[in-house]
């Protein structure tokens, strides 16, 4: 088993949040989120109930232009502790260029470094032709396509209040030259105490993409603040040998009160 793969599979492609499908989401305002935005989480791993923190990862925004037009540059960064270095060294680098306009993904890098796995893609979105271009060529796409990263701020912007629990909410993400069509389950809202501290939240169990450590199905739970930013605070979930526990540590410059927030740890 690779022990800390699970740093980008988490943070990348796991916690693409609820998207749904139709054309009237293709143009979803922000109100969650600003530029210089700054997130961090770190990555605990057990065994035999002990846990050990192997890593951590960073959201950022900014905001530039590109085409001409202005967009969220926005980047997630992950990597393990010194320590952990020893057995697998992870620096993942991820980087999505959004639309202001409509939160739609108009370029996506991915640069992985795990162990002696290395690899780059580079990605640049047609909405009007709905393809994907990459290193290996031209892929259709459906509408309101978004990659591993832009699907996470643009789910934020979605009014989790309108959900009843149990609905199934279907998105589509691309990722290594195709389209996955995947969906999350709303479970309902509760109080979580994470490491940072107890929060109102709002609960969720995604269907994972089946990988080297994850096993398909809904193992998952991932909880969100229950508040304008919707910032994720954990996620949970078993892996083939022991289980990964994420935490929200850190918070910077974020766009709404974060009133979720019951008490500090």
């Not at 590109?66 to 980087?95: A, C, I, M, Q, W």
């Not at 032709?129 to 643009?154: E, R, W």
């Not at 603040?225 to 990964?244: F, K, Q, T």
Request: hydrophobic residues 40%; contains cysteine.
């Amino acid at each position: 088993m690779k022990p800390v793969t699970g740093i980008a599979i988490i943070f990348f492609i796991i916690l693409s949040f609820p998207l749904r499908a139709g054309d009237e989401f293709c143009g979803m305002q922000n109100h969650a989120f600003q530029a210089n935005e700054s997130v961090t989480f770190r990555v605990y791993y057990t065994l035999a109930g002990v846990y050990i923190a192997a890593g951590e990862a960073t959201f950022t925004s900014s905001l530039e232009v590109l085409g001409g037009r202005p967009v969220y540059h926005v980047t997630g960064e992950g990597k393990t502790y010194s320590f952990y270095d020893n057995f697998f060294r992870v620096r993942d680098k991820y980087e999505s260029f959004i639309d202001t306009t409509n939160l739609q993904p108009l370029k996506f890098i991915r640069q992985v470094n795990e162990g002696s796995f290395k690899k780059y893609e580079n990605i640049s979105f047609n909405k009007t032709a709905h393809t994907a271009i990459t290193n290996s060529g031209v892929f259709k796409t459906p509408d309101c396509i978004q990659d591993v990263l832009s699907s996470m701020y643009y789910a934020r912007n979605i009014d989790f209040n309108s959900m009843k629990p149990g609905d199934k909410i279907p998105f589509s993400m691309f990722l290594d030259n195709q389209v996955y069509n995947l969906y999350i389950r709303y479970i309902g809202k509760e109080v979580v105490k994470t490491k940072y501290g107890k929060f109102h939240a709002i609960k969720f169990k995604p269907l994972l993409i089946k990988g080297t450590i994850f096993e398909g199905g809904e193992k998952m739970t991932v909880w969100v603040s229950d508040d304008a930013n919707h910032i994720p605070l954990r996620v949970e979930s078993p892996i083939s040998v022991g289980s990964v526990k994420v935490d929200m540590m850190d918070f910077k410059n974020r766009r709404s009160p974060l009133s979720s927030l019951i008490s500090l740890r």
